[in-house]
């Protein structure tokens, strides 16, 4: 069974401003600008026109022992929200 892949649009597909605490993304593709928190913006970063896994996101943010899912309620989030996409 393969592992279920995700991945952000190029960078140049989203444009970011820090509010304080908060970042808005307005996606390009979809007109649609999105308020949120970290680790949002650096999941978007890292995934951004690269094919990552579960276990790859997890090794790229040094997640040990980390909850896995949280991690997979967060990139269900970002999929219903069209800003990643999964294969």
Do not use: C, K
Not at 42 to 53: D, F, H, P
């Amino acid at each position: 069974m393969n592992a279920t892949r995700y991945r952000a649009p190029p960078a140049s597909d989203l444009s970011m401003v820090l509010l304080d605490e908060l970042v808005a993304i307005f996606h390009r593709a979809s007109g649609i600008t999105h308020l949120v928190a970290s680790p949002v913006p650096e999941l978007l970063t890292a995934l951004a026109g690269r094919w990552m896994t579960l276990d790859d996101i997890e090794q790229e943010f040094e997640l040990i022992d980390g909850d896995r899912a949280s991690l997979v309620s967060i990139m269900d989030g970002l999929g219903v929200a069209g800003l990643i996409e999964r294969a």
